[in-house]
């Protein structure tokens, strides 16, 4: 099996900086694109910004220019560099990659469970 784990998140005030890890375990032969995701309270999950295998990256018109999507393949690792925070970021952020497991002749999609960011005014 695969596994996806945050961390990283907590509490900081507005204009600080966060940075998050996801870290990816179990049989992996590759991770296609990884992506995060958010979800402020009382709100629909929403996309964040997305990396590809080849370092590729896209961003939500909300957040481009203050985070920082990358990763780091050979420790299965994606990470997302949050600057310049607004009370507005405040949400659950989820990890997601479509990840090839041994013998699997395609990749499979997983979540982590998802970790929290406040930003204070």
């Known amino acids: 099996q695969v596994q996806l784990v945050e961390s990283g998140g907590g509490l900081v005030q507005a204009g600080g900086s966060l940075r998050l890890s996801c870290a990816a375990s179990g049989t992996i032969v590759s991770i296609n694109a990884m992506g995060w995701y958010r979800q402020p309270p009382g709100k629909q999950r929403e996309l964040v910004a997305t990396?590809?295998?080849?370092?590729?990256?896209n961003y939500a018109d909300s957040v481009k220019g203050r985070f920082t999507i990358s990763r780091d393949n050979a420790k299965n690792t994606m990470y997302l560099q949050m600057n310049s925070l607004k009370p507005e970021d405040t949400a659950v952020y989820y990890c997601?990659?479509?990840?090839?497991?041994?013998?699997?002749?395609?990749?499979?999609?997983?979540w982590g469970q998802g970790s929290q960011v406040t930003v204070s005014s």
């Open positions: 997601n990659a479509d990840v090839r497991s041994s013998f699997m002749p395609f990749a499979k999609n997983y």
């Open positions: 990396v590809t295998s080849g370092g590729a990256t």
